[in-house]
């Protein structure tokens, strides 16, 4: 900070001497402009987050949330996770800004403003869980390439947006239609304005759920830059990946949408169940689609120390994809015994659950808490890590925190 | 003109850019020693550090090291270090480097899918300079199916 200002009062003839480059224009640069090169970014100031918040990759930027900062009920922004593939758009003009509809599977190719989008479609609101397909990478062993989250990267807010299948409606879709793409306008990281950062999608089925949105309103205010001003598809319970921020155009397609980030092995598992560290071709792994029951304790914070006698009282959230959770059971003895804890219905579907739960401990020392989500299928949460698999998605293992009792 | 003149006239212009680039030089000099005993002689008082991120002055040592990490990167120092530092970080940071751990197998394949689909370049010799450098300072470290809780944070819990 302090360097900034010395080369600024310095002026340019000396910002030369020390930058030991020339800059051309530099007569043009106008005043109290600093130059992007000498902009140290603070990105919890940058994108309003909290000091808390770890920050995974700069470039692009990723970051995550730790537990007992997701204790809200509606996950405000500044606790929200990051999970970026291109560059942040710049000068965003959202007075000019629109959303196309095109692909082999439209009847006719429309595009909407956003004040067209605002004013001739009914408005929605949802809290909806976002988790990022990778959320738990970083217990993978072998381990799994890419930004290496904990248990953070997962939000449940309030989205507000037109329904997307009114929208497909009005534009009339062929029967022949599988799928939708979005299109964005993030910049891939080599800038080649020829690459696309991410362009994903979700089958035709779930682009015409109630809940999945084009969304302009997260908390009830616009939605902030980086998670996707001013436009959002919104896919609750589904890869977060799959809710395309910045979106300016979707394509409905008569195949599976082959854009970036949909081919190749991202976001997709295996198949079949392999072996940790196997290899897997391609044509052998499958997209993901709806995430797997999870749940987190977000209150207390993990390290707790309380008096022997004393009863804790945790707290937290459970979630499963497109299926509602119907049972969080507890465990003070690493599994050998589970206790329920009281759950909330969701506000609606696609949001994460509440539950709370009020625990003795028989005697002094060193406890874990373990919670375990069951969906409404019976399907549990692992203790251990779920299968391997080369991306390292899905991780749902269930979460723990630390506790002594003195 | 004759030829004397003509000579005489380029020191002048020749001596004069001498002159300039030498006050140039000296008054950076000056500035650089005041800011070194005082840095806030240069900073505006509104401008209160808020920042916990440690604020690295690259006018200093651009490429400095401190107790083995090269402080504008956070990559570890060893034999390779700087090819790494300019093939790896043009498009994505240095984070996305430290927080992986790799076989060489699997460095390669990383490097051949940002190549196929991410623009990089053809590393050349450099390839063999950075795996190694990777390999031996990014290895997989192994963690079996669940790890103990580490690094705990202990406090009392009033409730």
């Given at each position: 900070?302090?360097?900034?200002?010395?080369?600024?009062?310095?002026?340019?003839?000396?910002?030369?001497?020390?930058?030991?480059?020339?800059?051309?224009?530099?007569?043009?640069?106008?005043?109290?402009?600093?130059?992007?090169?000498?902009?140290?970014?603070?990105?919890?100031?940058?994108?309003?987050?909290?000091?808390?918040?770890?920050?995974?990759?700069?470039?692009?930027?990723?970051?995550?949330?730790?537990?007992?900062?997701?204790?809200?009920?509606?996950?405000?922004?500044?606790?929200?996770?990051?999970?970026?593939?291109?560059?942040?758009?710049?000068?965003?003009?959202?007075?000019?800004?629109?959303?196309?509809?095109?692909?082999?599977?439209?009847?006719?190719?429309?595009?909407?403003?956003?004040?067209?989008?605002?004013?001739?479609?009914?408005?929605?609101?949802?809290?909806l869980t976002l988790e990022c397909?990778?959320?738990?990478?970083?217990?993978?062993?072998?381990?799994?390439?890419?930004?290496?989250?904990?248990?953070?990267?997962?939000?449940?807010?309030?989205?507000?947006?037109?329904?997307?299948?009114?929208?497909?409606?009005?534009?009339?879709?062929?029967?022949?239609?599988?799928?939708?793409?979005?299109?964005?306008?993030?910049?891939?990281?080599?800038?080649?304005?020829?690459?696309?950062?991410?362009?994903?999608?979700?089958?035709?089925?779930?682009?015409?759920?109630?809940?999945?949105?084009?969304?302009?309103?997260?908390?009830?205010?616009?939605?902030?830059?980086?998670?996707?001003?001013?436009?959002?598809?919104?896919?609750?319970?589904?890869?977060?990946?799959?809710?395309?921020?910045?979106?300016?155009?979707?394509?409905?397609?008569?195949?599976?949408?082959?854009?970036?980030?949909?081919?190749?092995?991202?976001?997709?598992?295996?198949?079949?169940?392999?072996?940790?560290?196997?290899?897997?071709?391609?044509?052998?792994?499958?997209?993901?689609?709806?995430?797997?029951?999870?749940?987190?304790?977000?209150?207390?914070?993990?390290?707790?120390?309380?008096?022997?006698?004393?009863?804790?009282?945790?707290?937290?959230?459970?979630?499963?994809?497109?299926?509602?959770?119907?049972?969080?059971?507890?465990?003070?003895?690493?599994?050998?015994?589970?206790?329920?804890?009281?759950?909330?219905?969701?506000?609606?579907?696609?949001?994460?659950q509440h539950f709370k739960a009020?625990?003795?401990?028989?005697?002094?020392?060193?406890?874990?808490?373990?919670?375990?989500?069951?969906?409404?299928?019976?399907?549990?949460?692992?203790?251990?890590?779920?299968?391997?698999?080369?991306?390292?998605?899905?991780?749902?293992?269930?979460?723990?925190?630390?506790?002594?009792?003195? | 003109m004759s030829k004397q003149d003509?000579?005489?006239?380029?020191?002048?212009?020749?001596?004069?850019?001498?002159?300039?680039?030498?006050?140039?030089?000296?008054?950076?000099?000056?500035?650089?020693?005041?800011?070194?005993?005082?840095?806030?002689?240069?900073?505006?008082?509104?401008?209160?550090?808020?920042?916990?991120?440690?604020?690295?002055?690259?006018?200093?040592?651009?490429?400095?090291?401190?107790?083995?990490?090269?402080?504008?990167?956070?990559?570890?120092?060893?034999?390779?270090?700087?090819?790494?530092?300019?093939?790896?970080?043009?498009?994505?940071?240095?984070?996305?480097?430290?927080?992986?751990?790799?076989?060489?197998?699997?460095?390669?394949?990383?490097?051949?899918?940002?190549?196929?689909?991410?623009?990089?370049?053809?590393?050349?010799?450099?390839?063999?300079?950075?795996?190694?450098?990777?390999?031996?300072?990014?290895?997989?470290?192994?963690?079996?199916?669940?790890?103990?809780?580490?690094?705990?944070?202990?406090?009392?819990?009033?409730?």
């Amino acid at each position: 900070m302090k360097r900034r200002n010395f080369v600024k009062k310095t002026g340019l003839g000396s910002l030369v001497g020390i930058l030991g480059l020339d800059i051309v224009y530099g007569a043009k640069i106008p005043e109290n402009y600093t130059l992007l090169g000498l902009q140290d970014p603070d990105p919890f100031q940058m994108f309003d987050k909290d000091k808390e918040m770890v920050v995974l990759n700069s470039k692009p930027w990723n970051m995550e949330a730790v537990a007992h900062l997701l204790d809200d009920r509606i996950t405000p922004n500044k606790y929200m996770f990051i999970r970026n593939n291109g560059l942040v758009p710049e000068n965003i003009d959202v007075k000019k800004w629109s959303i196309t509809f095109d692909g082999e599977s439209v009847k006719e190719k429309k595009t909407f403003t956003l004040e067209e989008l605002k004013s001739k479609f009914a408005h929605h609101t949802y809290q909806l869980t976002l988790e990022c397909g990778g959320n738990g990478r970083s217990e993978f062993d072998p381990p799994a390439k890419g930004n290496q989250w904990t248990i953070g990267a997962v939000g449940c807010a309030s989205w507000t947006g037109v329904s997307l299948k009114d929208v497909l409606n009005e534009v009339g879709i062929k029967d022949d239609a599988v799928y939708i793409g979005y299109h964005a306008a993030d910049q891939h990281l080599s800038r080649d304005p020829n690459k696309e950062p991410i362009s994903r999608g979700v089958p035709i089925s779930k682009a015409m759920m109630d809940e999945t949105l084009l969304a302009f309103k997260m908390n009830g205010e616009d939605i902030p830059l980086v998670h996707g001003y001013p436009l959002r598809l919104v896919c609750g319970g589904w890869p977060a990946s799959t809710s395309g921020k910045w979106v300016n155009r979707i394509s409905v397609r008569n195949i599976v949408h082959d854009g970036e980030k949909m081919t190749g092995s991202s976001y997709k598992v295996p198949c079949n169940p392999v072996a940790p560290g196997e290899e897997v071709k391609n044509e052998d792994m499958c997209i993901i689609e709806s995430m797997p029951v999870k749940s987190l304790i977000t209150y207390p914070k993990s390290g707790a120390m309380i008096p022997k006698g004393k009863k804790l009282n945790i707290r937290g959230h459970a979630w499963a994809g497109e299926l509602e959770i119907s049972r969080v059971s507890y465990s003070i003895d690493f599994g050998a015994t589970w206790s329920e804890c009281s759950l909330e219905k969701p506000v609606n579907r696609l949001a994460w659950q509440h539950f709370k739960a009020s625990i003795s401990f028989p005697k002094s020392g060193y406890y874990e808490v373990w919670a375990r989500a069951t969906d409404s299928n019976g399907v549990s949460q692992p203790m251990l890590l779920p299968g391997w698999n080369p991306k390292g998605y899905l991780n749902n293992a269930c979460h723990r925190i630390a506790v002594k009792i003195s | 003109m004759s030829k004397q003149d003509n000579f005489r006239k380029q020191v002048k212009s020749f001596y004069g850019i001498l002159v300039i680039s030498f006050a140039m030089v000296l008054l950076i000099g000056v500035l650089g020693v005041i800011y070194m005993m005082d840095p806030s002689v240069f900073s505006s008082k509104k401008d209160t550090p808020n920042s916990e991120v440690v604020d690295v002055d690259p006018d200093e040592d651009w490429d400095k090291i401190e107790n083995g990490i090269h402080l504008r990167t956070g990559f570890k120092d060893g034999e390779g270090l700087m090819t790494v530092v300019n093939n790896c970080t043009n498009c994505h940071s240095a984070q996305l480097v430290i927080q992986n751990r790799m076989n060489e197998e699997r460095w390669i394949e990383t490097i051949r899918w940002m190549q196929k689909t991410q623009n990089l370049w053809d590393l050349g010799d450099n390839e063999k300079v950075i795996v190694n450098y990777l390999v031996t300072n990014y290895p997989p470290k192994s963690k079996g199916r669940r790890e103990a809780l580490t690094n705990i944070e202990w406090y009392p819990l009033e409730q």
